[in-house]
């Protein structure tokens, strides 16, 4: 992999408290890595931890990460994606620690020409122990606000 020249704001179209990524560390191909340290002054900590489930958002922002990356290379910015679901979320611990460092993985199973795309995710420590694992679909359509008018 090869080192990261872009901020997480730079890719991804969150800020505030749900920009929940602290940096990219690595891209290449069709895959991508984060590093969270889970906080204690977030919405989701809980007595110095939190809840396994925020791990599916966690993949998400690492999913829109690498979308944003691909679009910087074009020169594009980055563009709202919908998570349409995600199949086989298995996470093997019932919460992550705060402060503790994770690492999310993304990388692209598949891709279709209508901007839906899959992609397997995983979160795991530094020594790369296993902590989650799921398969993530989403959607990004060239023109969301088109998008959102058809849809109402």
């Not at 679901?85 to 019932?94: D, E, L, N, Q, S």
């Not at 620690?97 to 397997?120: C, H, K, S, W, Y």
Request: proline share 5%.
């Amino acid at each position: 992999m090869s080192t990261f020249e872009w901020s997480v704001s730079d890719l991804v179209p969150h800020d505030g408290p749900m920009l929940l990524l602290d940096e990219v560390v690595a891209a290449e191909g069709d895959m991508l890595t984060t590093r969270v340290i889970p906080r204690g002054d977030g919405m989701f900590d809980e007595n110095g931890q939190v809840g396994a489930w925020v791990g599916l958002e966690y993949m998400a922002q690492t999913m829109a990460a690498l979308a944003g990356w691909e679009g910087r290379q074009r020169g594009e910015a980055p563009r709202v994606g919908l998570m349409l679901g995600t199949r086989r979320y298995h996470c093997h611990v019932p919460f992550f620690r705060v402060g503790e460092p994770l690492l999310v993985t993304a990388q692209r199973e598949f891709e279709a020409d209508n901007g839906i795309g899959v992609m397997q995710c995983r979160i795991e420590t530094p020594d790369h122990t296993l902590l989650a694992e799921a398969l993530l679909s989403a959607y990004q359509p060239d023109n969301l606000d088109a998008f959102l008018k058809e849809q109402a």
